[in-house]
């Protein structure tokens, strides 16, 4: 059944107050017209309660836009939209990723992730090319996908709107990963979720490495705002040497501030008994939240990304396979995750709206039932980075 303007309707019913779903719900394929977004195909879902998102074709199938009941969800950067053929990814000493970088969800990988770096490419098998450069956060997010299907799917009284897409992320003498993406939300409902499945696609050994930057924007971050999560300890900072200069834990969030340095943490959480991480950023004022709950077994670690700078405002959670240390390190202890032809990744993500004040604290009686998380925004990082069995 589908829940719609307080009423409980089965597919007859609802078919009976329109001539079309898309008066109420649905997926729609355009192209973006102008300026930097010029010539990007975008997804546009619309759930029928207010939750609007779009998924960008030619990004990855990352989600850019996302509102509910015209409350802005997801950040837009001053970047904008890029097109993928303004993205040079090679750029700005690796940093060039800085300029496509907007949205509620930036797909980061498939062979590496955070800053740039270059290590070995010795299981390329290739005289000419010792070693691979990477950038920021890697090759993917700026990489079209090919869409293999969308639209709405009645499932008996249930309805489904879903895409589906591959991303191709390839070189001769290097990595030939497929990301296979499916979307999907439900009529009536406040919830995403997204499936991945990362497989190797070539005969050569390749690293993968694979994170979300999700990115939560004003109305939802503002002044004493509260991120919510299981964790049982605060494992690093990246401004461990300043830690209280600029007046920002954790916990409690700050308006935007001027000359304002990004702050990360790692975070060492616990699951649910079903291996679920729920995390949460909530706004009581508005009685607005919005929780990303991923499993402990695919993404064992979480970072807190606060950008309070004015003017790009934003907090990211960002459940990641691997350490903050990066790529270099991870190769180092063991914890790589190496694909040989036809291994495959998966990861099973749900992204949900907290309507009012009730689902927030429903939300935060869950989280608080797998762990108590550190009762003080500033709690010492423990510098425990666990091992993770990342290797095959």
Not at 310 to 329: C, F, R
Request: proline residues 4%; hydrophobic residues 35%; charged residues 25%.
């Amino acid at each position: 059944m589908v829940d719609l303007y307080g009423q409980t309707f089965s597919r007859r019913q609802l078919a009976e107050r329109t001539g079309s779903l898309s008066q109420f719900a649905g997926v729609r394929l355009m192209t973006l017209g102008d300026g930097v977004e010029r010539g990007i195909r975008m997804l546009e879902f619309r759930t029928g309660t207010g939750l609007r998102f779009t998924a960008l074709v030619d990004r990855a199938l990352d989600i850019a836009d996302c509102d509910y009941k015209g409350r802005a969800i997801g950040w837009h950067s001053p970047s904008g939209f890029r097109h993928p053929g303004l993205h040079d990814v090679e750029g700005e000493q690796g940093l060039g990723w800085a300029r496509s970088f907007s949205g509620l969800l930036l797909t980061c990988g498939l062979d590496h992730t955070l800053g740039p770096a270059e290590v070995s490419a010795e299981t390329y098998n290739y005289p000419g090319k010792a070693t691979v450069r990477h950038g920021l956060h890697g090759r993917v997010s700026a990489i079209p996908a090919r869409l293999t299907g969308h639209g709405e799917r009645w499932e008996g009284d249930r309805c489904v709107l879903w895409a589906e897409g591959i991303v191709q992320q390839a070189a001769v003498f290097g990595e030939d990963l497929h990301l296979m993406r499916r979307i999907e939300a439900d009529v009536g409902s406040n919830e995403i979720r997204l499936s991945d499945r990362v497989v190797n696609h070539g005969f050569l050994k390749t690293p993968h490495m694979f994170f979300y930057h999700v990115n939560i924007g004003h109305p939802v971050l503002d002044e004493g705002s509260r991120y919510l999560a299981p964790i049982r300890e605060a494992v690093w900072a990246a401004h461990a040497d300043s830690y209280r200069r600029q007046g920002v834990g954790y916990r409690t969030l700050p308006a935007p501030r001027h000359d304002f340095r990004e702050q990360v943490w790692e975070h060492e959480t616990a699951a649910d008994g079903a291996g679920l991480v729920p995390v949460a950023l909530v706004n009581d004022r508005i009685g607005l939240g919005f929780e990303v709950e991923t499993r402990k077994d695919q993404f064992p670690c979480l970072y807190e990304w606060q950008n309070f700078q004015a003017g790009s405002y934003a907090l990211g959670i960002e459940p990641s396979t691997h350490h903050v240390l990066g790529d270099a390190a991870a190769r180092e202890r063991g914890e790589m995750i190496w694909l040989e032809h036809g291994d495959s990744r998966a990861y099973d993500t749900t992204f949900r709206v907290l309507d009012g004040a009730e689902e927030i604290a429903a939300a935060e009686r869950r989280i608080r039932a797998i762990t108590e998380q550190p009762d003080e925004d500033y709690p010492a990082p423990s510098g425990r980075f666990t091992t993770l069995g990342g290797q095959r």
